[in-house]
């Protein structure tokens, strides 16, 4: 059974960082592309990151280009979301997603969401 569980998302003042992370079982995680996908409070799924299985290739959204940075360990079967610079409109669940092909695969597989609220 795949499993991918979040963790690591809470409070944090405008400017801060957070570091998420997303651990992965019941598959090979080491063959597949892996992404983040927020969702904001009454609005629609945003795609956030992306990276290749073997972690040199990744792409952002513009919205966080330059402040957030998508890492692997293949030998942990984890996903990381590094946050800095946080703003407010950041503010949203966030869910480790794993892609049922290659890089332009579709999701097959969600996270059950960790929770990043940037406030003061």
Known sequence: EVQLVE??????????????????SGF???????TW??????KGPEWVSAIHSGGGSTSYADSVK????ISRDNAKNTLYLQMNSLK??????????????????IIDYWGQGTQVTVSS
């Not at 407010?88 to 695969?105: F, H, L, M, Q, S």
């Open 28 to 34: 090979t995680f080491s063959t597949y592309t892996m």
């Open 37 to 42: 996908v927020r969702q904001a409070p009454g």
């Open 88 to 105: 407010p409109e950041d503010t949203a669940v966030y869910y480790c997603a794993k892609k049922a092909g290659g890089w332009g695969g």
């Open 66 to 69: 330059g402040r957030f940075t």
């Open 7 to 24: 963790s690591g998302g809470g409070l944090v003042q405008p400017g801060g960082s957070l570091r998420l992370s997303c651990a992965a």
